[in-house]
């Protein structure tokens, strides 16, 4: 996307030989303005101590730190996004136990608590008319925010991730 593929077209063009040229020809460009982060705490406090004027960041960090005092924003154009989902795992000893929980957590109710403190967008849509609208216009599950995003996609990942990842170490590695 940084180097102008629409979102709906990023999967097609990393598919390919020279669509994955194309994305390191543009982390070249970039390399040396590159700061990397390894924990999800670190991009707010590298934004707050201006070590970086943008980052790629979870949400949910970003909204924690603005509730802290933080002059930061989330900036959704171009954002990436996935889905979360609840699994029970294949012959657990506990599984009406596991689906009580799960009942509880995707109440509206909990849900609202949840994105409360965190900011991800509720999985249950009945609690966004739970919540307050200028929390609900920075969530992720918002139609406007989601508009420009890249969802992940899964299946794209299992069959190119190794290949891509093989590759980024070794351009990560260079000078």
């Known amino acids: 996307m940084a180097d102008g593929v629409a979102p709906s077209d990023v999967y097609k063009v990393l598919s390919t030989p020279a669509g994955v040229d194309r994305a390191f020809a543009k982390l070249d460009e970039i390399k040396s303005s590159i700061q990397w982060w390894e924990?999800?705490?670190?991009?707010?406090?590298?934004l707050m101590a201006g070590d970086v004027?943008?980052?790629?960041?979870?949400?949910g960090r970003i909204h924690a730190a603005k509730t802290s005092g933080a002059n930061l924003r989330v900036v959704w154009d171009g954002n990436l996004y996935q889905f979360d989902a609840?699994?029970?795992?294949?012959?657990?000893?506990?599984?009406?136990?596991?689906?009580?929980f799960i009942s509880f957590a995707m109440r509206p109710e909990q849900q609202k608590l949840y994105t409360e403190?965190?900011?991800?967008?509720?999985?249950?849509?009945?609690?966004?008319?739970?919540?307050?609208?200028?929390?609900?216009?920075?969530l992720p599950t918002t139609p406007a925010?989601?508009?420009?995003?890249?969802?992940?996609?899964?299946?794209?990942?299992?069959?190119?991730?190794?290949?891509?990842?093989?590759r980024f170490i070794a351009w990560s590695s260079r000078q």
């Open 39 to 46: 924990a999800g705490a670190q991009p707010p406090q590298y």
């Open 53 to 59: 004027v943008m980052s790629s960041a979870y949400n």
């Open 145 to 166: 925010n989601m508009k420009s995003g890249l969802q992940m996609d899964v299946a794209f990942w299992l069959d190119h991730g190794e290949a891509l990842e093989e």
């Open 86 to 100: 609840w699994a029970i795992p294949k012959g657990t000893p506990s599984m009406d136990a596991a689906y009580q």
């Open 117 to 138: 403190k965190m900011a991800y967008g509720p999985s249950n849509t009945a609690a966004v008319a739970m919540l307050d609208k200028d929390l609900v216009a920075d």
